[in-house]
């Protein structure tokens, strides 16, 4: 909530985009993966990127929280360019968070630990504050009686959260969640769509690469269908999933009908 | 030697040999396997001792290797000066588990500005694995003392413990290098998402996870230095092997060699069963824990991270 809060205040103030992606490249050798991505994300706003396996959507993410350096192009957050030359790129990814497919909860730690390492060596919090914080995250996402357990003593669900509530710990102007549900045992996966329903809900500006369409359709304020390392098209859920204009969009779309996963 | 020096793969390929198939199984459920045990136990050593005795070099052999009155006249002389080599020992391995760690670390360091780093550890590592322990300890311990550079200390012990902290760091932070390798680069991602430094990456996320991965496997060097704490004799400190070779010459007899093989039995053997212990927990948990863990540690595996 917190995280939301501040997220919304800085941009209030440099009534900037939250996000803005200018003509992005990247490739791995001889692979093109980011083909020009241009993008602008307005504060509280929660964009959907969908598109097939190997479109680029992980390392679109991964290049926004400057964990892959990019080849060409520009990333702004709030106004500040975070691609320019000599900036700090630990400083940036303190406004980013950024939660993984397969959580990577680190395991020695307990989940209070989890949770309070980047704000205690980061931000510079003391341990009282940054558990207490934790703590309120935790209650929140139901997970407060799990404190003091170590990750692997954990269902992949409350896992998934756990690692939402470290990332929110930082209280980042952004969220980037990379098919958080896709590790998960089905039945677990609603726990964890309801806590970025909650975010979503609270003002979190978030983008979230996913293949779940239904959740798509019903969370986002904007769907971005990525094809070959390019946002082939974008516009409202309603619109995308209703009426896409373009022809491989129709046909994502069906396979993902026939798969009988819309 | 310091050959023993295990890196964390080589583990499991050592165990199988170590454990002892034919006594262990025997300990099932019933009496009837242990008699068996028991027996079969028995007519071993009856045969292996009935050929020691009948050899014909026996008499001459009890006479220069098994001498009671000269071994209970050695053993607390030799037991004395083991005191040196438990010194040695507890202070070499504390300089030897800090240096071992920043040679490993140093040689993690990504990015070419650390290439020369990289490079010097490399060839420290590498130099004192190449050459022979004794070598090293006649060179270093009796050349750099004779340089008598000025502010040098001439003491053997400091000596003594200088090389054995050369030769070990070198295979110690082989072992650390292996468990900082095995910890998932992804974990590192993570670190480093939430915006910790590279160090902070490393000291809170990567290193303690390596350490624990690794504290058999360092067990099990420490047993070798243990033993090798009594080639330092060579360069002339008054430590058990040293003080053994004393009373034989006294004596012209090798039983004291007996009292000291003793001494060491006693201290090593518990050490190695313990971290044989360790090791086969640590599986016991691999196992449990992978058993019950669910798709998503599969995932975890599979993922990579820059
Ligand atoms: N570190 C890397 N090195 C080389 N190639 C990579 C690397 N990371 C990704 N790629 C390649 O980049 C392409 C895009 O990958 P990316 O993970 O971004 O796709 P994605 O849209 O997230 O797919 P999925 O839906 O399967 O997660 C793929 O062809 C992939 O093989
Ligand atoms: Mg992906």
Redesign the interface.
């Known amino acids: 909530m917190s995280g939301a809060v501040s997220g919304a205040v800085t941009s209030a103030v440099t009534s900037a985009p939250a996000l803005s992606i200018e003509g992005i490249w990247k490739s791995f050798g001889q692979l093109d993966v980011l083909r020009g991505i241009d993008l602008e994300v307005a504060p509280h706003e929660v964009i959907a990127l969908i598109g097939a396996s190997g479109s680029g959507k992980s390392t679109l993410l991964r290049c926004i929280?400057l964990?892959?350096p990019i080849d060409a192009g520009r990333i702004l957050i709030a106004g500040d360019e975070i691609t320019a030359q000599g900036v700090n790129v630990?400083?940036i990814?303190?406004r980013v968070?950024?939660v993984?497919?397969?959580?990577?909860?680190?395991?020695?730690m307990r989940v209070i630990d989890n949770i309070t390492?980047?704000p205690r060596?980061?931000l510079g919090r003391s341990a009282a504050e940054a558990e207490a914080a934790a703590m309120t995250l935790l209650e929140r996402f139901g997970l407060a009686e799990k404190a003091r357990e170590y990750p692997?003593r954990l269902?992949?669900g409350q896992?998934q959260r756990v690692a939402i509530v470290?990332?929110l710990a930082?209280e980042p102007d952004l969220l980037l969640l990379d098919e958080v549900t896709?590790?998960?045992?089905p039945e677990l996966v609603a726990e964890v769509l309801n806590v970025i329903r909650e975010l979503a809900a609270g003002g979190m500006t978030m983008l979230i690469a996913t293949h779940e369409m239904g959740f798509a359709r019903d969370i986002a304020s904007r769907v971005c269908f990525l094809d070959s390392g390019r946002i082939l098209e974008q516009g409202s859920p309603r619109q995308i999933f209703a009426e896409p204009r373009e022809a491989r969009t129709r046909q994502f779309l069906n396979r993902i009908i026939e798969a009988g996963r819309l | 030697m310091a050959s023993d020096g295990v890196r964390l793969e080589d583990v499991d390929a050592v165990r199988p040999p170590r454990v002892n198939p034919g006594p262990r199984r025997a300990f099932g459920p019933g009496a009837r396997p242990l008699l068996i045990a028991a027996l079969s136990t028995a007519v071993v050593f009856a045969v292996l001792a009935a050929i020691v005795v009948n050899a014909p070099g026996w008499p001459r052999f009890q006479q220069a290797f098994l001498n009671g009155p000269i071994f209970w006249d050695a053993l607390p002389k030799v037991a004395g000066k083991f005191l040196v080599n438990v010194r040695l020992f507890l202070v070499a391995e504390v300089l030897i588990l800090v240096l071992g760690l920043v040679l490993a670390v140093l040689r993690s360091l990504p990015g070419p500005v650390f290439f020369p780093v990289r490079l010097l550890a490399t060839l420290y590592v590498d130099l004192f694995r190449a050459l022979p322990g004794v070598l090293v300890i006649f060179m270093l311990g009796m050349g750099i003392p004779a340089l008598r550079i000025e502010g040098v200390p001439k003491d053997e012990f400091f000596w003594a413990v200088v090389v054995l902290t050369l030769i070990y760091s070198a295979y110690v932070s082989e072992v650390y290098r292996a468990g900082i390798e095995s910890v998932h680069p992804s974990q590192e991602a993570a670190a480093r998402s939430l915006g910790l430094s590279r160090w902070q990456g490393l000291r809170y996320v990567v290193l303690p996870q390596a350490v624990r991965r690794v504290i058999p496997p360092l067990l099990n060097d420490f047993i070798g230095l243990q033993k090798d704490t009594v080639l330092v004799s060579f360069i002339g400190v008054v430590e058990v092997f040293r003080q053994t070779q004393i009373v034989q010459a006294a004596r012209f007899n090798f039983t004291p060699y007996l009292a000291t093989a003793l001494v060491f039995l006693v201290v090593t053997i518990p050490m190695a069963r313990f971290t044989d212990w360790l090791l086969k927990r640590e599986k016991d948990q691999r196992v449990a824990s992978g058993g019950s863990r669910s798709s998503a540690s599969m995932s975890r595996v599979n993922q990579t991270l820059p």
């Open positions: 929280n964990i892959e630990d400083r990814r303190r968070g950024i993984f497919q397969s959580f990577n909860l680190f395991p020695h390492l980047a060596k980061v692997d269902s992949g896992q470290r990332a930082m896709s590790a998960l045992d």
